[in-house]
């Protein structure tokens, strides 16, 4: 089905694990970007794709890695997880940059 | 600084009843303004938007107004249904700017009740 997809779903991990969240979509959209949701601070972009191999910083890119080497998908790395990085991310996508389409997000928790 | 600013967390409308729901921004160079609902468990789903260059936009049961002396718009739902029960986001985006980088507010949490 067209569409973004995001996964896992749900991962538990311990502080200081390398982690990767993957994001895949299929409509050959140029942009992608990443999100995090947390209580009191709405959707907050860690780090945007305006093509395959053009990668760019949010407003919290601080211990997150990107890459983009195909434009269909844009996996997230938190290379040493630590607890501030409990959250739900979000993944999403756009022809254009607006507006943009999102998956359903991955929940992470960190202990 | 945010600059997208949704001062109500949360809203209770009666079915049938209209929901408005406010946002406010600080950056005068924002030129396009959407709206996002989410349902628990689910990513945000685009619902409306609007530019600039205009002051209204209707689609169905859902209208945005945009006050720019203001710096405030409004999401008007009527009638409001049981289904519409859900958080919703303002964002906006400076469209002259690079990669079209969206601002949200923190959302406003809409209950319908029957």
């Known amino acids: 089905d067209a569409g973004i997809t995001q996964s896992p779903r749900y991962k538990i991990t311990e502080t200081g694990r390398q982690v990767t969240l993957m994001c895949h979509q299929t409509w050959s959209h140029s942009y992608m970007f990443w999100y995090r949701q947390d209580l009191g601070h709405g959707l907050r972009l860690i780090y945007y794709?305006?093509?395959?191999?053009?990668?760019d910083k949010g407003e919290v890119p601080d211990g997150y890695v990107v890459s983009r080497s195909k434009t269909e998908n844009f996996p997230l790395t938190l290379e040493s997880a630590t607890r501030s990085q409990t959250s739900v991310y979000f993944c999403a996508s756009s022809d254009r940059g607006w507006p943009q389409h999102f998956g359903d997000g991955t929940r992470l928790s960190i202990l | 600084d945010q600059q997208v600013k949704q001062n109500s967390p949360s809203l209770s409308v009666q079915e049938g009843r209209i929901s408005i729901l406010n946002c406010d921004y600080t950056n005068s160079m924002f030129d396009y303004f959407l709206w996002y609902k989410k349902y628990p468990a689910e990513g945000p789903t685009f619902l409306i938007s609007i530019s600039s260059i205009k002051d209204k936009n209707e689609d169905g049961r859902f209208t945005v107004f945009l006050n720019k002396s203001a710096k405030h718009l409004s999401l008007h739902i009527v009638p409001s249904q049981p289904g519409d029960s859900a958080v919703y986001f303002c964002a906006a985006l400076d469209r002259g700017s690079t990669l079209g980088r969206l601002y949200f507010g923190r959302g406003t949490q809409l209950t319908v009740w029957p």
């Open positions: 794709s305006a093509a395959a191999d053009i990668t």
